[in-house]
């Protein structure tokens, strides 16, 4: 039987491209481990910093606000939260922060370091005492015996009811107002009408910055109109009936600062108004 030295020497090729090829497979991991673990440090010191400049601008505290920003950060081997800062200029919070991320599997080599900042307006209905009169007994939702579910606003009025054909004040064509308009100065306190999960929490279009929490009773109530900064909850969130989760503002489309809220039970929308002692 004639063999072919053509095999040999493939099978030697072989060999010689996997020797070659496995170092650079293993380098490519640790690149992209690398970057994982970059990423993911950059978004939790993003979200603790957000978190505690918003807990600044409402509770008006530098001290404990550096404390949540720890806590919201946490501890974690993999990089670590080198200096903060979070300072009440006037009416602005300005959050500073820097974390450091080791190089991996390597020794000597400086970390990489990653600085990031917030800010947040000072809300003026809570400058005065600390933001402490928006948590006092008396100033969260409107409760009513024999309604499902509380009022998230106090002592703002209703400027537009929930209608299928009104005609839209910023768009100019009929669309259904799936829910009502409770209009108040800017920054005014939204509160969980009842206990919740926060399912969303972010922009959304027209609705400017939304908050739409998933309550245990079979309703979900949506928030919309808050400015980004204005939104105190994350997705995933549990609230208790009266938490603080917002602040009016008049973002989207809309004419001026206001709340739109709406109610849905099972997945169908509800007049706010006959559900709850809104408006």
């Not at 245990?216 to 949506?222: A, L």
């Not at 969130?237 to 001026?256: E, H, L």
């Not at 809220?261 to 709850?276: A, I, L, R």
Request: charged share 20%; proline share 7%; hydrophobic share 40%.
């Amino acid at each position: 039987m004639v063999r072919c030295p053509c095999l040999k020497s493939r099978k030697g090729a072989s060999t010689t491209e996997f020797i070659v090829i496995l170092p650079l497979f293993f380098l490519l991991s640790l690149l992209v481990w690398q970057l994982v673990v970059a990423g993911m440090a950059v978004m939790d010191v993003q979200a603790a910093l957000r978190d505690a400049v918003k807990f600044a601008a409402l509770k008006g505290d530098e001290e404990k606000a550096e404390d949540q920003l720890k806590t919201s950060f946490g501890q974690n081997s993999r990089y670590s939260l080198k200096q903060y800062d979070i300072d009440i200029e006037g009416d602005e919070v300005i959050g500073k922060a820097e974390i450091e991320i080791p190089i991996i599997f390597t020794d000597g080599m400086s970390p990489i370091t990653y600085e990031t900042d917030s800010k947040a307006p000072v809300l003026k209905q809570f400058a005065a005492a600390n933001a402490m009169s928006m948590l006092l007994p008396g100033n969260g939702p409107v409760l009513v015996p024999d309604k499902k579910i509380g009022c998230p606003v106090s002592g703002l009025r209703l400027t537009s009811p929930f209608n299928w054909g009104r005609l839209h004040p910023v768009l100019g064509r009929i669309r259904p107002h799936k829910g009502i308009d409770l209009g108040g100065p800017a920054g005014t306190p939204i509160y969980a009408p009842a206990d919740g999960t926060v399912t969303y929490a972010g922009p959304a279009g027209g609705y400017g910055h939304l908050i739409v929490i998933k309550h245990d009773n079979g309703f979900t109530t949506k928030y919309g109109h808050m400015y980004r900064n204005g939104i105190f909850v994350r997705n995933g969130q549990k609230v208790k009936q009266g938490d603080p989760i917002g602040a009016v503002g008049s973002d989207g489309y809309s004419t001026g600062p206001h709340l739109h809220f709406e109610t849905w039970y099972n997945g169908t929308v509800v007049d706010p108004q006959k559900v709850t002692p809104c408006g």
